[in-house]
């Protein structure tokens, strides 16, 4: 099994940042695409930021030019560098990771963290 642990969530003012870090754990042969995706209330997950493993990067137009997506192959983990956030950037961010398992390829997601952006 693979699980994947987020943090760095929190609440911080307009114009702030935020780091967030997703660690994935378990019985991994592989991490392909690791992604950040996030949920406001009322509103349908979407894609924030993803990196394949060879480092190709892909951001929502949305987050473009402040938040900046990174990964440590070594450590299984997937950083998200949150900056000069709004008070729309607030919802629930979820990690996920595209995991080559002993019997195959498996997408796996976190148990997401909250990011409030409020005065």
């Known amino acids: 099994q693979v699980q994947l642990v987020e943090s760095g969530g929190g609440v911080v003012q307009p114009g702030g940042s935020l780091r967030l870090s997703c660690a994935a754990s378990?019985?991994?042969?592989?991490?392909?695409?690791m992604g950040w995706y996030r949920q406001a209330p009322g509103k349908q997950r979407e894609l924030v930021a993803t990196i394949t493993s060879g480092g190709e990067i892909n951001y929502a137009d949305t987050v473009k030019g402040r938040f900046i997506i990174s990964r440590d192959n070594a450590k299984n983990t997937v950083y998200l560098q949150m900056n000069s956030l709004k008070p729309e950037d607030t919802a629930v961010y979820y990690c996920?990771?595209?995991?080559?398992?002993?019997?195959?390829?498996?997408?796996?997601w976190g148990q997401g963290t909250q990011v409030t952006v409020s005065s």
């Open positions: 996920k990771a595209d995991v080559t398992i002993l019997i195959g390829r498996a997408e796996y």
């Open positions: 378990g019985s991994i042969w592989s991490i392909n695409t």
